[in-house]
């Protein structure tokens, strides 16, 4: 098995580009994924294989990779956004590892 | 629509059984690209992947938790249960159940594709006397 680590707060000022990061040695050869959970609900994929999104996901979201870190983008942060997001892989096991979460905060 | 809804006891004495199920519907526990998992998420705390099963019974459990949980599903009545031995308070948390899209690995594809695309509302449950 493997770590995801990433930050544990991120700030932006509505409309500009929020950036979370998430690190794992095995994550050049394996998939990562976000999630964005709200207060009280919960959590919703919003990005899948590193670079997808899915269907109902606002373009301004992105995903990338670099070596052994995978981002998050949002371009455009809107007070929508914000929430916890976690970002979550799998280990050659087939094992579910999932980061320690970042707090997006959009003031 | 896939539609998830946890139910049982938000209640567990220590040492006892946590006993949950999830209903499923909209789609049949029986679709071949998914599995049915169960993730936890103390309060104000991160997440925790619990364990999945397929429909044909086979699962897959978080080696830390192994010790202590059972899967299963119920084709018949389109549902899905967790079991938890001997729970103490740190076992306290929302337990989120959820359909696991899944592909697994091949020589052609080396890296699965294993993420959650639906989820139940959660469900807390509570460990005291």
């Known amino acids: 098995s493997f770590d995801l680590t990433q930050p544990p707060s991120v700030s932006v000022s509505p409309g500009q580009t929020a950036r979370i990061t998430c690190s794992g040695d095995e994550l050049p050869s394996q998939y990562a994924y976000w999630y964005h959970q709200k207060p009280g609900q919960a959590p919703v994929v919003v990005m899948y294989k590193d670079t997808e999104r899915p269907s109902g996901i606002p373009e301004r979201f992105s995903g990338s990779i670099s070596g052994t870190k995978v981002t998050l983008t949002i371009s455009g942060a809107q007070a929508e956004d914000e929430g916890d997001y976690y970002c979550?892989?799998?280990?050659?096991?087939?094992?579910?590892?999932f980061g320690g979460g970042t707090k997006l905060t959009v003031l | 629509q896939v539609q998830l809804q946890e139910s049982g006891p938000g209640l567990v004495k220590p040492s006892e059984t946590l006993s949950l199920s999830c209903s499923v519907s909209?789609?049949?526990?029986?679709?071949?690209?998914?599995?049915w998992a169960w993730i936890r998420q103390p309060p104000g705390k991160g997440l925790e992947w619990i364990g999945y099963v397929f429909h044909s019974g086979r699962t897959t459990y978080n080696p830390s938790l192994k010790s202590r949980v059972t899967l299963s599903v119920d084709t018949s009545k389109n549902h899905f249960s967790l079991r938890l031995d001997s729970v103490t308070a740190a076992d306290r948390a929302i337990y989120y159940c959820?359909?696991?899209?899944?592909?697994?690995?091949?020589?052609?594809?080396?890296?699965?594709?294993?993420?959650?695309?639906?989820w139940g509302q959660g469900a807390l449950v509570t460990v005291s006397s």
């Open positions: 909209g789609v049949s526990v029986t679709s071949g690209t998914h599995c």
């Open positions: 979550q892989s799998v280990d050659n096991s087939g094992f579910l590892i």
């Open positions: 959820a359909r696991l899209f899944v592909v697994e690995p091949t020589s052609s594809m080396p890296s699965g594709v294993y993420y959650v695309d639906s």
